[in-house]
């Protein structure tokens, strides 16, 4: 790499690879983040939850949303796969389901973005041990 | 390129090196490929995590998934079942030692809650021998504004407002050590870092060169600006092969970029780093000898003044400064000295790291705002006690600090308090010790080192101490006197008032606090020929109780020198004048039969 010769190209280089560490330092605040958990055991794949986890995990960063994409374990709604959990800073975890491409770009641009509900909410039958 | 959607961090510190991580990380590599998952899932070999009881640590993220003790068998199974079916491992977890559960996430471990790391900042974060991670993370940006916005006298202000002090022992301010060096008169002018970290136990220096080399680099150039030297010199030890091998890679990646070299970042400033091996003598990291050692001579220490400051290197202005402190610099440059002054206590401002070693559950390295309670740092951090057995004492300052005990646990941690209660701040280890530790063993044990470590040029030093061993050797064979504890006293006190350096001076700490604090068990050891602890061998005796003995001869054919002699199914004896105390007949006895008198 060519040699950097200012204190901007500094700045320039610098924001230039944030992006590739981003995911950590995302991680260390997850608090302030929207995390998503997508549901991917073997009924979640197999409804095509895996394009739904690659999907968020590369359109969130483009969109300039700071998040934190994890994918997880059967949340026990295997009949309205892929399932994911959408928990915004300082709110309840609400879980969408039937999500596939197109309905998590409406997430994004609704729920998260705005905080707009869409269609496909699931009550919440579960609690999570922290 | 396809964003990673997963990054594993693998620790790749010295601790965790010997414990395989670096196959670890192979097989990682190696089962991603196999799923073709390389370029969703980014292996990233980082500095220490601290948590180094429980090492090799495999952290995922972006969930903070903290994996203990992990074996390159493990990789596939934390792929197979972290990665691709997002279910954690519980087996590799981390179990919380009192509620017995598994933490899967660091930020509920409590061995990370009480911490604030600001010079450990980047370890176990990034990879260190990658420098665009560094520069992702603002490394070079305090530099870049203190070579084209600040002038040096403004940055060394800020260096003084900041409060920060030495970091390698002494805790003498490192703004006004920088004044000094700038407006002493040369020609020509030195940077230096002491990496030459000996202290028993202690590996602070080398976990930050090995876990962030070009915070390092940039405040030894940050230096340089400041004083106006155009060379630094690293003086690390020859025995941190893996520090050296990252510092070298930083280097070589920083000159690439024109971080170092001549006109850094179009500022007309020219600044390079070399590094200067030391083959491992304690008396080196005192700043003279140290720089009598790079300049090829013997590493012995001369007096002060002159200081550094004025003569030092080349009989040029030296500024001598620990890895620790250096590692504070570019992030007080980047906060501001009023976010660092806001930390910490009264006169000591910042944070501190520490070795924590000894029998305490999380062996490891800490980082802890001045002012953190021992009992903190013990209790919360350290998991307590190993075994759940008694406290009894601290050491802190390596060879030249002292034993702190119960009653100072609740003493804030920072250079006056300790200094006050008996002990030194010095350069961060910390060893606990519990019931089964004699105090005067311990003592002993240090001075082993110091006349060890003594390099002989003043008689205090090289002849006190090594009396001072004598006495002690002869108090733990149960020959003392009352008389030998009053020589003891008397001459700690004479080598401290007498000797040359700061190594002589502080020798016989150990000696005193432990006197200070564990008076009782000197006397226990010359009158009543007794070691509470159960160490001083020489003292006891294992008797076989005659009641409990069933005449298993379990003992006596475990005896390694046949000092055991009996009848089947009846009671055995020992022969003291054979027996060599080793413990083994103890140990084996099922009746608990055998006691030691």
Redesign the interface.
């Known amino acids: 790499?060519a040699?950097?010769?200012?204190?901007d190209?500094?700045?320039k280089?610098?924001s230039e690879?944030?992006?590739?560490?981003k995911?950590?330092e995302?991680?260390n605040n997850?608090e302030s983040m929207v995390q998503i958990k997508?549901g991917?055991?073997t009924s979640g794949i197999a409804s095509g939850a895996k394009e739904v986890?690659?999907y968020l995990?590369?359109e969130l960063?483009k969109r300039n949303i700071d998040a934190?994409?994890?994918?997880?374990?059967d949340m026990g709604y295997c009949y309205a796969e892929p399932t994911i959990e959408v928990t915004l800073p300082g709110q309840e975890p609400i879980v969408f389901g039937y999500v596939n491409v197109t309905k998590a770009n409406e997430i994004i641009e609704k729920y998260i973005k705005n905080g707009e509900l869409v269609e496909g909410i699931i009550p919440k039958n579960y609690k999570s041990v922290? | 390129m396809?964003?990673?959607?997963?990054?594993i961090?693998v620790c790749g510190g010295t601790g965790c090196q010997a414990s395989d991580s670096a196959g670890i990380i192979e097989n990682l590599k190696k089962e991603l490929e196999a799923r073709n998952l390389q370029n969703d899932v980014q292996v990233i070999t980082s500095g220490c995590f601290g948590f180094c009881e429980k090492g090799p640590i495999v952290k995922i993220?972006?969930?903070?998934t903290f994996y203990v003790r992990v074996t390159p068998e493990d990789a596939a199974i934390i792929i197979e079942e972290h990665i691709v079916?997002?279910?954690k491992v519980e087996r590799l977890l981390y179990t919380d030692p009192e509620t017995q559960q598994h933490i899967s996430d660091s930020?509920?471990m409590g061995f990370y809650q009480k911490q604030l790391r600001i010079a450990l900042n980047n370890c176990g974060?990034?990879d260190p021998e990658n420098i665009?991670?560094a520069?992702?993370?603002?490394a070079?940006?305090a530099l870049?504004?203190v070579?084209?916005?600040m002038t040096p006298q403004s940055a060394i202000d800020e260096i003084k407002k900041s409060g920060l002090r030495g970091r390698g022992g002494g805790g003498f301010p490192t703004g006004l050590k920088w004044e000094l060096a700038s407006k002493s008169p040369g020609d020509e002018k030195y940077v230096v870092c002491n990496a030459d970290e000996g202290d028993p136990g202690a590996f602070m220096d080398r976990s930050i060169l090995e876990g962030d080399p070009h915070s390092i680099i940039e405040a030894m150039t940050i230096c340089g600006y400041c004083i106006g030297a155009h060379v630094g010199l690293v003086y690390i030890r020859a025995e941190y092969p893996l520090a050296i091998h990252r510092l070298k890679i930083a280097l070589d990646q920083a000159r690439?970029?024109?971080?170092l070299g001549d006109d850094i970042?179009?500022s007309g400033f020219s600044f390079d780093i070399e590094l200067r091996y030391g083959a491992g003598a304690f008396v080196c990291g005192e700043e003279t000898a140290l720089i009598h050692s790079m300049e090829g001579h013997r590493g012995e220490p001369t007096f002060k003044p002159p200081f550094p400051a004025v003569s030092g290197y080349l009989e040029k202005p030296t500024n001598v400064n620990n890895v620790e402190t250096f590692a504070c610099i570019p992030i007080i440059i980047n906060k501001g000295a009023e976010w660092f002054a806001s930390i910490g206590s009264e006169k000591s401002k910042g944070t501190k790291v520490f070795a924590l070693a000894g029998k305490i559950n999380n062996v490891g390295l800490i980082e802890v705002p001045m002012g953190t309670t021992l009992r903190e740092v013990i209790y919360e951090i350290g998991g307590g006690i190993k075994g759940g057995k008694e406290f009894k004492a601290v050491q802190t300052g390596g060879p030249s600090g002292g034993c702190l005990t119960q009653k100072h646990l609740d003493t804030p941690i920072d250079y006056d308090n300790l200094i006050a209660a008996g002990s030194m701040m010095g350069s961060g280890g910390m060893i606990v010790m519990d019931e089964d530790d004699c105090m005067v063993s311990i003592a002993k044990f240090y001075l082993e080192f110091t006349v060890e470590e003594s390099c002989g040029k003043c008689t205090p030093c090289r002849v006190g101490n090594k009396r001072l061993h004598e006495i002690l050797d002869k108090i733990t064979k149960g020959e003392g006197t009352m008389e030998d504890l009053d020589n003891l006293k008397n001459l700690s006190k004479v080598i401290k008032d007498t000797a040359l350096c700061g190594l002589g001076q502080t020798s016989p700490n150990p000696v005193l606090s432990t006197i200070d604090n564990f008076w009782d068990e000197y006397v226990e050891h010359v009158v009543d020929k007794k070691c509470r602890a159960g160490v001083c061998r020489s003292m006891m005796r294992y008797v076989i109780d005659p009641e409990k003995c069933v005449g298993c001869t379990l003992c006596a054919r475990n005896c390694p020198v046949n000092a055991i002699t009996g009848e089947r199914k009846e009671a055995h004896v020992i022969d003291q004048s054979i027996c060599i105390k080793c413990g083994a007949c103890k140990d084996k006895c099922k009746f608990n039969a055998i006691e030691i008198k």
């Open positions: 790499m040699k950097i010769k200012s204190l190209d500094l700045r280089v610098k690879l944030q992006d590739k560490i995911l950590r995302n991680a997850p997508v991917m055991a986890f690659n995990s590369e960063p934190i994409v994890t994918q997880t374990g922290e | 396809a964003t990673y959607k997963y990054h961090l993220m972006p969930d903070n079916k997002g279910r930020k509920h974060f990034i665009d991670e520069i992702s993370r603002d070079y940006l870049g504004k070579l084209l916005e690439e970029y024109g971080l970042l179009g």
